[in-house]
Each structure stands twice: as structure tokens, then as C-alpha cells.
């Protein structure tokens, strides 16, 4: 399938550049603004599914009372969002070129984020028993989805060399073992929903806290020695 | 109707310039990016579709293994909306003006994609009998809706020489080549559904990886033989 | 309320500077990326008005053919929404500082889009009796309130000097016609739906129409006499 | 957790550094990208929330006149939430770096903004009583939270340097005074609700104007005392 172009090898592979998103200016803009678009529209209807429902004879205060759960979720994966938001634009500004397997990886990484508003109405709606139990495994599982697509942007991107050259071999090392444990670390909180739903809801909160407020990676680029 | 706008000929037709979405700029810019706003959101309200309903006394667990072909449906109209963006970026990094006509094309091409998450929720809801077929028949109908409206696109603006100078002849060959394969492959994909609805489907998902994943065309541009 | 900004009287009206939308960078980049965002998600939400609902023992596809008119109301109003979106992009092209009355003014345009939906949804409902003509006169009225914000911006635009110097005064003339023709016809298509409501909405098509394929105002720049 | 990055000390606290949106270019150009778009989507979703329900052998008109305390709260949420846009868009052109904090601080904001359409439909459905109370109450609060929020990446991005040099005292002075009575103004408003609803509502309108249309802070920068 491959397609000659020129006599000499290309610097890169040279086929599927064609739907590459960007790839020919050198930078994978277009790409970044599309998932913005869709990681703020998926915030954004989250709100759709918090619903004050007002029994009768029952005063408002007394629904948003009941309703409390459904904004605790919303609040949640408002965060979740918001920080995947960020990690994304932390990646991308590493990624150089973009090629139609990254595209599909990054639709993946798009379509588990995009899923997140169901389970986070499962688990407002489920609070306890077996039930709560399920809705959070799959809250979990989606945010692990999320965390997974992560670890398969970066692996194929060094793969294919599509990040930008001159990368500190100390930051790289950083940055995979930080997606390594995030995968991890989500997948041991999915698990965790079978034996204690909401400490798994907890500890999802905090993972996404220490990846936003922890130790970044050391510096991406070694520089000179003294700046200016 | 058409409007003298100086003692020589301009060298593209003057009508309809000043609606043109940026065609004074040189480049179709805001085009893009109201087209991606649009497909973005279309490939996020689908999962305002996907409804987990629990019967009394069914578990959650239950209600969501009912909830699949909804969560397929989901999975298969995010592919293939984001292979259409990735199609439609493609597109338009080769095209150097807009003018109305254009416009209107890339609307229909919007419209049919904005109206995909109502045949995807149709689908979900119909899995066997003759409304199956119905529903998906209207799937394929929609994408062959938006194969065609890649073609008008792509032969308006050839005709109307809106494409940037320079393109080889031979991948400009290749896109008609695409273009007039991909509408009669999807028209085949929507007729097959009323024989065999699901094969009918998995052919969409096929079709769009090939698009994807396939031979590119050739080098848009004759570089120089030697690249550096 | 003025501020006194420096010794000399400064090129426009000082106060209001501050909220003003990317007038200190010299262009309304920020405002219409917002308003862009805006009527692409009007523009998408119109689907999700359209409901097939089948009936006991009623097929899919006559349901179907008992939502054609709300399919058919997506179709006039996603193309009205296309249109008013490159009409707003025409205009803010000519648009070279904001200040906060055109952001209001600017406000006041974009709601009357984002409430388009409604009346779409209504005229889908009521097809006949005086309900229609109900709906199609709030349909009409909020185009009219579309066409009636253009006016408002291009006339305070003007009156405060926000526009690019150099305007030709023969497409100043055309534009001011236009936009004058364009309240008019929109009210007179409103007013009509008090009669024959079905003609009001073809009217608004129509008019859609003429102003995106019809005669473009004279050129906006008086260019030098030979272009190169 | 502090990661040294040379020897010599940055100008600036060199943790967070990697997630931090931005940074690196010098603008926290993505961070408004994705605001806008939360905050375009928030804008145009609260037409969702406004409900023509007809009751039996009800004329439109009539329930269209039902409809109205909805239609006004769908006009006052459009309102503020065009006014935040602006407030957050002069506000982030004051500020040059964007570190990890200030993200979470910004998240607040956007989570604030998007959660505005469920008290939005709360106080449409509940226009007298106690109800009318509670829905203002949780109204007033939610934009007290805006407010609180902006103060919260004001004062923090002044403590960690984020904002751009130069800018003159008396600006830096006019813009905290205007922050805090902001907040102070919305807190009032909010504890009105407990007496007057709609006089509570009336003030948040009547504020988010005098904001937007009163006097703007002194000029930012100091310039020369002659503007050519």
C-alpha cells in the first residue's frame, strides 16, 4: 500500500500523510483545536444530566437536598475533564506531526471522554447497594480508557517518531513512567469500585489532584547550562 | 446580477465574493474552523442518546448489557464522524478560496453530518425486523449524503478553480478517483441494508477505516526530485 | 463616567475600552471566535428537536414520514443559521475595534439565534390552524430580530467609527440598503405568517437565499484602477 | 516536589510548570480557547431549558404566554453569561502565564458558568412561594461564585507574578476595587433573595450592566503622556 515519493527516503514514513490533520505545516493544530472542541462541549453537558425533581408537596430546597449526589457527580467529572483537558494540551505540545493512527488513537482517547457524562449520571443515580457498585466499575473503567489512550498516543508517537526532536531522555523516562502509572493507578481504582464504590470515587479524585499538583516531569528540553 | 468591479477581468469570478468566508484572506480559515465547531459537537451530543433504562427490580448490571446496541451505535457514529473530519480537513487544506456556492455545499455536507446521532439512535433502538432495515437504510442514506456532498464540493470547487495551483495531475486524479468510490461504495452500504441491515453496517465501518487507513493518493505536489 | 485617558483627545471614545473584546489588539478576533462557537452549536442542537416517535404497531418508516416536518424545519433552519453565520462573518470582517455596546448589540444577535430552535421545534408541531400561524410568527419574528441586531450593530458601528477606514462609499451605500432590505423583508415574511403561514416560511427561505447567491454589494475598497 | 532546572533561579516558581496551558509560549492562549468554548456551549445550551408545554384544547399563544417567565430567564442567563465572556476576556489579557493552580482556579470559573442553566430553569419554574426563594437563592449564589472565582485568579495570578509587567498601580488598584465590590454585590443580591426573589434578580441584571457599561478601570498601561 505504501506510495513512492521521491527517489530518496522520506524523513518519515510517507504513507497515510495525506489525512494527517496538520501534518505538512509541521504542527497538529488543527487536531488539538477539534478535541478543545469536543473536551469542552463534554464539560459543558455534563449539567444536562442533573435533574432537581420536585416530588409533591415537597419544597425545592428539600429536592436539591435530594439532588445533592447528582451535583457531587457533576462537580467530579467536571474536574476529571478538566484535568484530562489539560494533560492533553501538556501532551500535544510535544507532538510534532500527526498521522492517521494517532488520529484514530486520539479519536479513542475523544469518544472515552465524550462517554464520561453517562457513567457519571449512573453513579448520581446509584448510590448504594450492587447497582452503585457497577456505575462506579464503569466510571472507572471509562477514566482508565481515557488513561490507556494516553499511554497509546505517547508509545506510538515515540514509536513513529512524531515528537519533536531534542527531547531530555530524563523527561521522556519521567513522562512514561507517569502514564504507566496513571493507567495503573485508574485501573486499580476501577477494580476497587467492586469492594468500596466510593472510596473508588474518592480515589479517582485525588489521582486526577496528584497528576495536576504533583511533581511535573523534569525539563522537556536540555538547554544551556545558564539562562541568560 | 453580476457586479463590474474594475477595467480588467478579476481572476476568479467577482460575483459573490463578499459572503465568501475569508476568500478576500486568501484562505477558507473561519470555514474550517465553523465546520470543526459543528462536527465536534455532532460527535459529542451522541451520547445524549445513549440511555441506560432499568426496569423494576433489573440490575444495573442487566439494564446496561440492554444498553449495547446503543453503546455500539455510540462507538460506531463517533468513528465515523471523526473519519469525516479528518476527510474534511484533508479537503480543505487544498482549497485557497471560498465563495457562496462552496458554502452552501460545505453546509449540506454539515447538515447531513449534524443529523447523523438521528439515524444513530434509530439503529440502536431497531435491531431486528424490517424497522431495522429502515433505520439502517437512513444511517447509509446519511453517510452517502455526505460521500455526495464531498463530491459537489470537490468538483465546484475544480470547476470553479477555487483548488490551490499546482496540484500533480495524478493526485488530482486520485481524489476524483476516492471521491466518486467512496459514494458509490456507501450508496451500495445503504442499499444493502434493506438484504441484510447489519452487514449493511459493518460495511460503513469498513469502508471508513479503509478511507482511513488505505492507500493515500499521491503527492499532491511535483517537488523538486531531489529533496534536500 | 469618562476617564480622562491623556492630554489629547484620543481617536474614538475612551471609556468602555477596558471589557471591550480585543480592541486594544486592533481586531474583533476573540468576538467572533465566540460567536462563531455559538451559532455552531445552535446550528447542531437542531437536531435533538427532532423526535420519531412510533405509535403502537406503526413501522419505523411511517413514523418516519410523520416526522418529515421536522426534518424539513431542521433543513430551513440549518440553513438559515449557516447563512446568518456568514453574514455575521461578512460584517465583523469590516469591523476593526469592539467596544461594549457593540458586544451587547453582538449579544442581542447571538440570542436571537440561539433561541431559533424553539420556533423551529414549534412550526414542526403545529402544522395547521392558528397555531401555525403562532409558530411561524415567532419564527419569523426571531429572523427579524437577526436581521434588526445586524442593523444595530452596522449603524452604531459606524456612528462610534469602528469600522475599517477606507470603505468605498458606494458599498457603504449598498451595505446600509441591504441591511435596511433585509429588516424589512424578514418583518414583512413575519407578518405574513398572520395569513398564509406555509408562504412566510417559504418566504424566509427565499430571502436566505437571494441575500447568500444574490448581487454582493459594490467592492468595498476603492482599489487602484489596474490590479496588477 | 520543587524539580531544579538550572543553576540559576527562574524568574518565576518552576514546579507545575509542564501542565501549566501555555506557559511556555509566553500566553495562556489555549486556556482562553477552551473557556470560550465552555462558555459558547453553557450560552447557547440554555435554550434546552426553555418548555412550550400545551395543555389540552390550549391554544400555542396562550402557552407561549405560559412560557414566559422561562423566555426572560433564558434572556437574563444570556445576559450574564455574555457579560462573564467579556469580563473573562479583558481579564486574560492581563495575564501572561498560566501555571496549574490558576487552571484549577479557571475550572471553577467554567464550572460556576456551566452549572448556570439549572438555576436558570429553577427560577423559571418557580416564580412565587418559598420555591421562589430557594431557585434565586442558589441563582444569586452561583454568580457570587463567578464573582468569587474571578477574584481568586486575580489575586493568585498578582502573588505568583503570572500577570503581564508594567501595568500601572492605578489600573492594578481600580481592577482588585472592582473585583471585590463585585463579589460583595453578588453576595448581597444573592442574601436579597431571601426577602425580595425578583428584586434579587433585578439587581444581578442591573449589576452585570453597570459592569459591563460603567466606567472602565484606568488605562493598564503607562503610556507616553503624548499619543501622537
Redesign the interface.
Known amino acids: 500500500?505504501a506510495?513512492p515519493?521521491?527517489?530518496?527516503p522520506?524523513r518519515s514514513r510517507p504513507?497515510?500523510?495525506?489525512?494527517?490533520?496538520?501534518a505538512?505545516r509541521g504542527d497538529p493544530g488543527?487536531l488539538?483545536?477539534?478535541s478543545?472542541?469536543?473536551?469542552?462541549?463534554?464539560?459543558?453537558?455534563?449539567?444536562?444530566d442533573?435533574h432537581?425533581t420536585q416530588h409533591d408537596g415537597q419544597?425545592?430546597?428539600h429536592a436539591?437536598r435530594e439532588a445533592l449526589p447528582e451535583i457531587l457527580a457533576?462537580?467530579v467529572s467536571?474536574?476529571q475533564i478538566?484535568i484530562i483537558?489539560?494533560?492533553h494540551?501538556?501532551l500535544f505540545?510535544l507532538i510534532q506531526r500527526v498521522d492517521?493512527?494517532l488520529?484514530?488513537a486520539n479519536?479513542l482517547l475523544?469518544?472515552c471522554v465524550?462517554?464520561l457524562?453517562?457513567p457519571t449520571q449512573?453513579i448520581a443515580e446509584?448510590t448504594h447497594g450492587?447497582?452503585a457498585r457497577?456505575?462506579v466499575l464503569?466510571y472507572g473503567a471509562t477514566l482508565a480508557g481515557c488513561a490507556f489512550s494516553f499511554n497509546v498516543i505517547w508509545h506510538y508517537a515515540n514509536r513513529q517518531e512524531l515528537i519533536l526532536p531534542g527531547l531530555s531522555p530524563l523527561f521522556h523516562r519521567d513522562l512514561t513512567v507517569r502514564y504507566r502509572v496513571g493507567l495503573a493507578s485508574y485501573a486499580v481504582a476501577a477494580l476497587l469500585a467492586l469492594l468500596l464504590p466510593w472510596l473508588s470515587l474518592a480515589l479517582t479524585v485525588v489521582l486526577a489532584l496528584v497528576f495536576?499538583?504533583?511533581?511535573?516531569?523534569?525539563?522537556?528540553f536540555q538547554?544551556p547550562?545558564?539562562?541568560s
Open positions: 500500500m506510495v515519493e521521491g527517489p530518496f522520506p504513507v497515510h500523510r495525506w489525512w494527517s490533520g496538520g505538512d488543527r488539538e483545536a477539534f478543545d472542541g469536543v473536551m469542552a462541549i463534554a464539560i459543558t453537558l455534563l449539567i444536562l442533573v432537581v419544597s425545592l430546597a436539591l457533576y462537580a467536571f474536574l478538566g483537558w489539560a494533560n494540551h501538556a505540545r492517521q493512527v488520529l484514530l479519536l475523544l469518544a465524550s462517554f457524562p453517562l449512573l446509584h450492587s447497582d457497577t456505575a464503569l495536576l499538583l504533583g511533581p511535573s516531569p523534569r525539563q522537556a538547554g547550562t545558564t539562562s
